[in-house]
Each structure stands twice: as C-alpha cells, then as structure tokens.
T-cell receptor, first 111, second 109 residues
Framework: KAGVTQTPRYLIKTRGQQVTLSCSPI?????VSWYQQTPGQGLQFLFE???????NKGNFPGRFSGRQFSNSRSEMNVSTLELGDSALYLC??????????FGPGTRLTVL | DAKTTQPPSMDCAEGRAANLPCNHS???????VYWYRQIHSQGPQYIIH???NNETNEMASLIITEDRKSSTLILPHATLRDTAVYYC??????????FGDGTTLTVKP
C-alpha cells in the first residue's frame, strides 16, 4: 500500500498571502488529521476530517481551515499568513481506532 | 485526551535495551496507549499501541501497568538508528492525538 503523501514538500510564502496544502491518505482510510509542528509549540492538532465532515478541531484561529473530498483526499488552507505560521504541517490518515500513519509533511516558510 | 508525562531525554548504549517510561495517571477506560517516534523533521512513525495487556511487535514491546497509569516502551536491542524523539499518547479517538514533548532517546556507540 502506498503511504500518506503530502504536496508540496516545501513552500515559501510572504506575510499576508494564503496557502493550500494537500494530503492523500492511505487507500481505504477515511479519517485525515492535520497537525502543526513548530520548535516552540511542538506537535499540535489542527483538525480531523472523516467522510468529508470535520469531526474534531484543535485550538487554532479561523485562518486555518480544511476540507475533505469524496475520495478522502484533504486540503488545508491558511489565509493571511503570519510569520508564526512557519512550521512543518503534517497530515495523518487512519482507518479506524488504530494507528495513525503520518505523511512526510510540508515545510512552510513565511517571510 | 489524557495528558502524559515523559522524561525529556535518555541515553542508551548500542545493543542494550532501551526502556522509555510514560505516566498517564488520568487515563480513561476507553483510551489506548500509543507510542510514536520522530526522526528529525520526518513525520512521526507508529511503533505500538495497547489497551490493557502487554503487546509486542517486530519493533518493540509495550508494558502497561495493571492500573494503566503508566507504561514502558522497550526497544530490546537499540541501534544508532533508534535515536529519535519518542512520544507516548493516550487517546480514544484515532483521529485526534495530543502530543507532549516526548523523550529524546540518544543511542550511543
């Protein structure tokens, strides 16, 4: 089985811009979760989508949003980028109450 | 999800067993214990999980105390490639994990 894939792997944006990150889960997995990892805050949960519906949400401002498509692929969007949004964004997929499989991440740098 | 407490760092000699402890005293009855590790700037890698019983797979063993308030991850023969940050997580929902600071394990030759 192919693993979780994320595109792009690296991205550079400037303050005020918006960005869209993509995640393709493992085939058959219906749950996709997103996490932000920064040196200061560690790994933080953003949100989870299951069958195209947001099922869980972390404590992030409304500038962070996501969606899931019928094929379980997911996108997350960050609008009005701030310097503090520079981070590694990780996507994970799950087939149920089992382990989450993480993708390699997208490294976002905001200048 | 319950909070976990792990030591910030540990060292282990190559070839010896690495025993990584985790306290989760507020764990609920329906929460599983999961272990992941993360090698610099890569996505976390699943290692093992369990509910009440001890578990073993090709990577590691998980020992959960009878009261479920703590657990130990055992890497039986640590190698240099096992140097990583190890995260212990307890959760009931597979889709939402609350990561702590983890334990940085350094395997030394």
């Amino acid at each position: 089985k192919a693993g979780v894939t994320q595109t792009p792997r690296y991205l550079i944006k400037t303050r005020g811009q918006q960005v869209t990150l993509s995640c393709s889960p493992i085939s058959g997995h219906r749950s996709v979760s997103w996490y932000q990892q920064t040196p200061g805050q560690g790994l933080q949960f953003l949100f989870e989508y299951f069958s195209e519906t947001q099922r869980n949400k972390g404590n992030f401002p409304g500038r962070f949003s996501g969606r899931q498509f019928s094929n379980s692929r997911s996108e997350m969007n960050v609008s009005t980028l701030e310097l503090g949004d520079s981070a590694l964004y990780l996507c994970a997929s799950s087939g149920g109450l089992e382990e989450q499989f993480f993708g390699p991440g997208t490294r976002l740098t905001v200048l | 999800d319950a909070k976990t407490t792990q030591p910030p760092s540990m060292d282990c000699a190559e070839g010896r067993a690495a025993n990584l402890p985790c306290n989760h005293s507020t764990i609920s009855g329906n929460e599983y214990v999961y272990w992941y590790r993360q090698i610099h700037s890569q996505g976390p890698q699943y290692i093992i999980h369990g509910l009440k019983n001890n578990e073993t797979n090709e990577m590691a063993s998980l020992i959960i105390t009878e009261d479920r308030k703590s657990s130990t991850l055992i890497l039986p023969h640590a190698t240099l490639r096992d140097t990583a940050v190890y995260y212990c997580i307890v959760r009931a929902n597979a889709g939402k994990s609350t990561f702590g600071d983890g334990t940085t394990l350094t395997v030394k030759p």
